[in-house]
């Protein structure tokens, strides 16, 4: 995009800020989120500054800005592989591998995004309440996906509940619908154990921890999948091609 051809006249006040992440995206994969700038943006992009404050008055809520669109990018991969998937009458074990395997591609081909939203924190950042929303999609699809599977009957009873009171808050109870009744009281902890599991998982195989232990990654991340799912009691599907 020629970022010369967006002036201060036209109303394009969207236009110049999607032009200005794109080249903040590039500051990510070159110096990491921790080396953004306004100034780096601005000098890579032959932008007056004084321009990219006007669409970003600050450093973080550029960040800010990153981090929401790699959210809603992510989610939005899931919430397409499960949508394909629910309408291919796929089991919930096979939606859950498609939803997974969606953001696995999404993470790979966006190493710099998945980083900033995964990986260390950001020295001197603190993400606002505005993140909150997109970052829940991913854990919204996976919920949805388990409460589907659990009214569906397609779950297995686990050998044993969490022991003691409830460990949820309330949001949590609200992501999933409502607080199932025995013998699946303790699922939503399980869920957020899959979930926790699978961005681990992600983080292993992106930065390259997996690859000197086992032969096929891809492969192995399917295993992976279907081994955390057994703990909601939810059979994944391997054999079953969802890609």
Known sequence: MDVSAISSTEDDDIARAVVIKDIARQQLVKLGAAGLSLEAVARDGGLPVADVETAFAHRDDLLTALVIDAYDASGEAMEQADAAATAAGGSGGARLLAVTRA???????????????????????????????????????LAGIVRSALEAGELTPPRRSVPGPPLLLPEAVQLFGSAPGAPFSDVVERGI????????????QVFSRTHDSVRDEAAFFDYAIAVSAESIGLVVPLAESTD
């Open 103 to 141: 953001l696995r591609r999404w993470s790979f081909d966006n190493p710099a995004e998945f980083t900033l939203i995964y990986g260390s924190p950001v020295p001197g950042y603190h993400a606002p309440q505005d993140t909150v929303p997109s970052a829940s999609r991913t854990p919204a699809v």
């Open 193 to 204: 154990v899959l979930w926790s599991g699978l961005i681990g998982l992600l983080v292993f």
